[in-house]
């Protein structure tokens, strides 16, 4: 049987722009496909929202083998506030940390970690170290939730 991996999360973002450049640009992830949809989502996709909306997914190689990013933008948004059920992601990149201390973007320091802070607020913990290219440098998921058995029976 094969090993269960977590496929994908949803962030929320008002401004589209300027974070598809934070993961292109800093994280080094790649836009892997770009949908627009002219109505809300029957399934709250995009959450309580009726109007136009778009989905980038984003990640460093495809879906079926890596972690990716889905990034939800309602138009019309310019913010969320930011909830607490995502943690952060944990990824192996040296080369992110350069990309960051190029381009400017802040960085602050938890224990071994180099964090970054997307724009919306959502964190990334950057391991110094080289990143992998046979592999996923995405290596953890952070989620909170307040009742494990529950979140993994429903």
Same mark, same amino acid.
């Given at each position: 049987?094969?090993?269960?991996?977590?496929?994908?999360?949803?962030?929320?973002?008002?401004?589209?722009?300027?974070?598809?450049?934070?993961?292109?640009?800093?994280?080094?992830?790649?836009?892997?496909?770009?949908?627009?949809?002219?109505?809300?989502?029957?399934?709250?996709?995009?959450?309580?929202?009726?109007?136009?909306?778009?989905?980038?997914?984003?990640?460093?190689?495809?879906? @079926?083998?890596?972690?990716? !990013?889905? =990034? *939800?933008?309602?138009?019309?948004?310019? /913010?969320?506030?930011?909830?607490?059920?995502?943690?952060?992601?944990?990824?192996?990149?040296?080369?992110?940390?350069?990309?960051?201390?190029?381009?400017?973007?802040?960085?602050?320091?938890?224990?071994?970690?180099?964090?970054?802070?997307?724009?919306?607020?959502?964190?990334?913990?950057?391991?110094?170290?080289?990143?992998?290219?046979?592999? @996923?440098?995405?290596?953890? !998921?952070? =989620? *909170?939730?307040?009742?494990?058995?529950? /979140?993994?029976?429903?």
């Amino acid at each position: 049987m094969a090993a269960k991996r977590a496929l994908h999360f949803v962030f929320k973002v008002g401004d589209r722009v300027q974070t598809t450049q934070f993961y292109r640009e800093v994280l080094g992830m790649k836009v892997l496909r770009h949908e627009e949809f002219e109505e809300g989502c029957k399934a709250a996709c995009n959450g309580p929202f009726d109007g136009q909306w778009s989905k980038t997914m984003v990640g460093y190689g495809a879906e @079926d083998d890596h972690f990716v !990013v889905e =990034l *939800t933008y309602n138009y019309g948004i310019g /913010s969320y506030k930011l909830g607490n059920d995502f943690g952060g992601l944990y990824i192996k990149s040296q080369e992110a940390i350069e990309n960051a201390k190029r381009l400017g973007w802040p960085i602050s320091k938890e224990g071994a970690y180099h964090v970054l802070e997307a724009p919306g607020g959502y964190k990334f913990y950057l391991m110094n170290e080289p990143q992998p290219t046979e592999s @996923d440098p995405v290596q953890q !998921v952070a =989620l *909170t939730i307040s009742n494990l058995d529950r /979140s993994l029976s429903e």
